[in-house]
Structure formats: C-alpha cells, structure tokens
C-alpha cells in the first residue's frame, strides 16, 4: 500500500499503478515519468520505438516492459495490464507520454476511486480548449458513440483514466490493438454493468506530433462505434 495524498492534502491509501503506454515519446516521456512518480509505482510499455523512449523512461525511475514490434496502443495496454494483474495491484492510472496529461491530477482520479469505488474513471476535456479540427472530431465521436452507447459520454477518446481489475481483465481478449481499444472498454464497462464515472482534467495541446492515422483511425472508430450499436440492441432484445 502507498500513501498518496489527495489535491486537499488528505492521505489516500492505495496499490494502484501509473501505466504509461509510450511510443517514440523520447524528449516528453522522462518529465511525464518524473511527475507521475510522485504519485504511483509507475510502468512505461515501450509499444517498439526506434528511438530512445525506453532507456529514458527507465533513466527517470520507470520499471519498463518493451513490446515488439510496435503493435498499437490498444496491444501495449493489454501487456500492462497484464503486467498489473500479475503483480496484483487493484486498478491501474492510464496516461500518455506525449505530456497531455498533466501527472498532477492523478490525487482526482485516487479520490474518485476511493469515493465511488467506478470501475472506469475517465479524465474529461473540456473540448472548447482544443484547436478547431480536433475539438470537431471530438464533439462529433462524442456524439455517435453516445448515441450508439444509449446513454451520455462526456469524452470517449481520453486516455486519461483509471481502471479497475475485474475491468482490466473483462478487456484482456479484446482484439483492438490501435486507439479504438479505449471506446471499446467504456461498451464493455457498460455492457459488463460496472460503474462508470468521470473527472474533469486539463485540455493540454503543446504542438506535440500524433500518432494517429486520420482516415484509418476514423474508418475504424465508426466500425466500433457500429459495433457497440449492434451490442446494445442485442442487450435490449435479452432483457426484455
């Protein structure tokens, strides 16, 4: 168990972990590391970059577990999870290495979890902070993956998240590598009837680079979101 203390100062006893999924985050992973440390035990999967990520991460006090080749965010969060399952923490914190997450938030994110006691806690943006093109493609995702889901979703795309085990291993046979493993996760949490909940976070855009394929990420965001559409109406047929 590690004393953690929340926003207000108030001690939080927990065994959860800071996952960090990096891929070529050379010159922001350490500074993310560093600030999540002061939080959590933190793990860093290497997701196959051809630069320094790894040795870095490691360098700022990360355990570091190396996948390759690179496979996609959904394949390195399953291998961390996998990694915290083994280890038996309880819920891991999810955030990038790119420093859109700021580290000083994750006291939100243990107070929640403590108060709640959610399966799924998810950092929500404010998209009105984002440049124009992305605050469109979030608002209008937001909206079909409401809309598929049945029910209100204030930021599918987040990253920023806690998750808790039974969570973590109700995800483990999914077969999304890339970023739609994360819209995938709240369809199940939903599906599965475990609590979802929601924090808000800073909406941070510093000119950092994407790893994101526009046309591919949006032909398969829309097959999720099908997908999660055709789930919930099967659901509905079930229960009544």
Same mark, same amino acid.
């Given at each position: 168990?590690?004393?953690?203390? %929340? =926003?207000?100062?108030?001690?939080?006893?927990?065994?959860?972990?800071?996952?960090?999924?990096?891929?070529? =985050?050379?010159?922001?992973?350490?500074?993310?590391?560093?600030?999540?440390?002061?939080? /959590?035990?933190? /793990?860093?999967?290497?997701?196959?970059?051809?630069?320094?990520?790894?040795?870095?991460?490691?360098?700022?006090?990360?355990?570091?577990?190396?996948?390759?080749?690179?496979?996609?965010?959904?394949?390195?969060?399953?291998?961390?999870?996998?990694?915290?399952? $083994?280890? $038996?923490?309880?819920?891991?914190?999810?955030?990038?290495?790119?420093?859109?997450?700021?580290?000083?938030?994750?006291?939100?994110?243990?107070?929640?979890?403590?108060?709640?006691?959610?399966?799924?806690?998810?950092?929500?943006?404010?998209?009105?902070?984002?440049?124009?093109? &992305?605050?469109?493609?979030?608002?209008?995702?937001?909206?079909?993956?409401?809309?598929?889901?049945?029910?209100?979703? &204030?930021?599918?795309?987040?990253?920023?998240?806690?998750?808790?085990?039974?969570?973590?291993?109700?995800? /483990?046979?999914?077969?999304? +590598?890339?970023?739609?493993?994360?819209? =995938?996760?709240?369809?199940?949490?939903?599906?599965?009837?475990?609590?979802?909940?929601?924090?808000?976070?800073?909406?941070?855009?510093?000119? =950092? %680079?994407? +790893?994101?394929?526009?046309?591919? +990420?949006?032909?398969?965001?829309?097959?999720?979101?099908?997908?999660?559409?055709?789930?919930?109406?099967?659901?509905?047929?079930? &229960?009544?």
């Amino acid at each position: 168990m590690i004393p953690v203390r %929340s =926003e207000q100062g108030r001690p939080i006893m927990t065994r959860i972990l800071a996952l960090i999924p990096a891929y070529n =985050e050379q010159e922001r992973v350490a500074d993310v590391v560093r600030g999540a440390s002061t939080h /959590l035990p933190i /793990l860093v999967v290497d997701d196959g970059s051809a630069d320094d990520t790894a040795a870095r991460a490691e360098a700022a006090g990360a355990q570091v577990l190396r996948q390759q080749p690179n496979q996609g965010k959904g394949a390195a969060l399953r291998a961390g999870f996998r990694w915290a399952l $083994d280890a $038996d923490y309880e819920a891991v914190i999810t955030l990038d290495a790119d420093g859109q997450h700021d580290p000083a938030e994750i006291p939100r994110f243990l107070e929640a979890y403590t108060s709640a006691k959610a399966d799924l806690i998810i950092g929500a943006r404010d998209f009105r902070q984002m440049p124009f093109s &992305r605050r469109l493609a979030n608002t209008l995702g937001q909206r079909l993956f409401s809309w598929a889901l049945g029910q209100p979703v &204030r930021d599918n795309q987040s990253g920023y998240r806690l998750i808790s085990r039974r969570l973590m291993e109700a995800v /483990l046979d999914s077969g999304e +590598h890339g970023f739609e493993f994360e819209v =995938e996760m709240i369809t199940i949490c939903v599906e599965r009837g475990f609590t979802l909940a929601w924090v808000p976070i800073r909406t941070i855009y510093a000119g =950092e %680079s994407s +790893h994101v394929r526009p046309v591919q +990420h949006t032909l398969n965001f829309l097959r999720v979101v099908w997908q999660t559409r055709q789930r919930v109406r099967r659901a509905r047929r079930v &229960r009544f």
